[in-house]
């Protein structure tokens, strides 16, 4: 199978490099975004999946742009493909590009579609408290995530499961799935299954006011489910006096037993609670305890919260 693979990120570098197991499986080319300048120092930076196939010498492009991009469909069609496979590449692909391979392109992602349609579909779920997802193998269109579906499998997320975690899970499952997937579809051995239209639903890109919290307003549940998605990047935040304040590693699943321990006068919503010596929590709009285990104050260093309170006594007092 002659496949060039679209990709940019972590993600899509670990699907490409479990594929090429297969002796069957021949990736001509990678097509990834452009080196970007990245940190304070502005240092140009590849993605992960061209570092990847750098190192396995597997020809690489970057167009800066692929739509009426005559130079960059001439080479795709002079490599006479049988797929094109796109996982997390960034760009919508034109339909120059979709009619170029054999069998068309084909496109790996992370929700039970139609559910969750575009571009943050993992971090969706979590956000809702799903307690399942799917992975889902599919025929490409103009259109984001909208053309037949050709394979699914079903995903459990667990209650402490964060997005990289489900990332995680999906690698374990894509290779094979996608290698089966792959071979049925040149056996004609699958009847591709169309969307359902009216029970379509859309996420939007993550943009900073997603992951921001509000004690006052938002229940502990909803915050954690908030930070699962938002983990390891870019972490939920709220202000601490006039700065900004990451939370970066927390709990609430199991905090029953402890919000029994105090009085609804000390249940004050949106108030700092101190459980034990190396327990601190806050308590939220529905007066159950998001428990805080790691943090980071604007220009300063990420901390356990022992850590924090032993330089910000005042934290203890404090209400957000």
């Given at each position: 199978?002659?496949?060039?693979?679209?990709?940019?990120?972590?993600?899509?570098?670990?699907?490409?490099?479990?594929?090429?197991?297969?002796?069957?499986?021949?990736?001509?080319?990678?097509?990834?975004?452009?080196?970007?300048?990245?940190?304070?120092?502005?240092?140009?930076?590849?993605?992960?999946?061209?570092?990847?196939?750098?190192?396995?010498?597997?020809?690489?492009?970057?167009?800066?742009?692929?739509?009426?991009?005559?130079?960059?469909?001439?080479?795709?069609?002079?490599?006479?493909?049988?797929?094109?496979?796109?996982?997390?590449?960034?760009?919508?692909?034109?339909?120059e590009i979709l009619g170029i391979p054999k069998f068309w392109c084909i496109n790996i992602h992370g929700s039970l579609l139609p559910l969750y349609r575009w571009a943050s579909p993992i971090q969706e779920s979590l956000k809702n408290g799903d307690k399942k997802t799917w992975l889902t193998i599919m025929y490409m269109s103009e259109g984001m995530d909208e053309w037949d579906i050709l394979a699914q499998k079903e995903v459990k997320i667990d209650i402490v499961d964060k997005a990289i975690d489900i990332f995680k899970k999906f690698e374990e499952i894509a290779p094979e799935l996608l290698y089966n997937t792959l071979h049925k579809i040149i056996k004609k051995e699958i009847i591709p299954k169309k969307q359902e239209e009216a029970r379509a639903n859309y996420c939007s890109k993550i943009n900073k006011e997603d992951w921001k919290i509000d004690f006052h307003t938002m229940k502990a549940g909803d915050i954690y489910n908030l930070f699962r998605a938002y983990f390891p990047w870019p972490w939920i935040y709220t202000y601490y006096e006039k700065k900004k304040f990451d939370i970066e590693n927390c709990y609430f699943h199991d905090t029953r037993e402890v919000e029994k321990s105090f009085s609804e006068e000390q249940l004050l919503p949106w108030k700092v609670l101190k459980i034990d010596?190396?327990?601190?929590?806050?308590?939220?709009?529905?007066?159950?305890?998001?428990?805080?285990?790691?943090?980071?104050?604007?220009?300063?260093?990420?901390?356990?919260?022992?850590?924090?309170?032993?330089?910000?006594?005042?934290?203890?007092?404090?209400n957000f």
């Open positions: 199978m002659k496949i060039a693979f679209f990709g940019s990120g972590e993600f899509s570098k670990n699907i490409f490099e479990s594929i090429l197991i297969y002796k069957d499986v021949n990736i001509v080319l990678v097509v990834s975004t452009p080196d970007k300048m990245v940190g304070r120092k502005q240092i140009l930076e590849m993605t992960p999946l061209k570092r990847s196939a750098q190192k396995k010498e597997i020809q690489i492009l970057q167009p800066e742009k692929i739509r009426k991009n005559e130079v960059f469909f001439k080479t795709l069609n002079e490599l006479d493909l049988d797929f094109i496979i796109v996982v997390a590449y960034g760009k919508i692909i034109p339909k010596k190396r327990t601190i929590g806050i308590v939220c709009a529905d007066k159950k305890i998001l428990i805080l285990n790691q943090v980071k104050l604007e220009w300063k260093k990420s901390m356990d919260i022992v850590s924090f309170i032993n330089g910000n006594k005042n934290f203890l007092d404090y």
